[in-house]
């Protein structure tokens, strides 16, 4: 009984030892981006601008928990206003290898021009180099009627900080 029991707690500290999970990666980029509104608000606001800071918990199973913040600013077309977008997102990415990533954010934006805290969405395809970053995403927040969407598509380059 003593050697069983002893065996048995062999096993488990081997098991705890050698056992371990990949040990979690965070990390965070700082980035800018280009937005293409689409939908209605391609009619009056031609293009846009943006920042954004987003922070990733990689687990060990390539898939992360991610956090974002930022501004995307969509320019006027002269005869509308200019608008201004605050997201906080909260999402999940997986990777696919070392380079290429997929992920998924919800939260909600508070937007300027009486659009006040709207659901906000994001889609996304990423690509990583050492200390380099790309995203390809859509983005879009919804507002009372379908055909007053705030949407568009970006391309946003960071940087591993």
Do not use: C
Request: hydrophobic share 35%; aromatic share 14%.
């Amino acid at each position: 009984m003593k050697k069983t029991f002893l065996l048995f707690l062999l096993l488990i500290s081997t098991l705890l030892i050698f056992g371990q999970k990949k040990p979690v990666e965070k990390v965070t980029t700082i980035g800018a981006h280009i937005l293409i509104p689409t939908g209605n608000l391609s009619d009056t606001n031609p293009y846009g601008l943006g920042m954004s800071i987003e922070t990733e918990i990689v687990g060990k199973n390539n898939a992360g928990l991610t956090f974002n913040t930022g501004y995307n600013y969509y320019k006027s077309d002269g005869e509308s206003k200019s608008l201004i977008q605050f997201p906080a997102l909260v999402g999940v990415k997986y990777h696919f290898g070392g380079m290429v990533a997929f992920g998924q954010q919800f939260g909600v934006s508070h937007i300027t021009q009486g659009y006040n805290l709207r659901f906000t969405y994001s889609t996304y395809l990423s690509f990583g180099w050492d200390k380099i970053y790309s995203d390809f995403r859509f983005i879009s927040s919804t507002t009372p009627g379908h055909e007053n969407d705030i949407s568009s598509l970006s391309l946003r380059v960071s940087y591993k900080l």
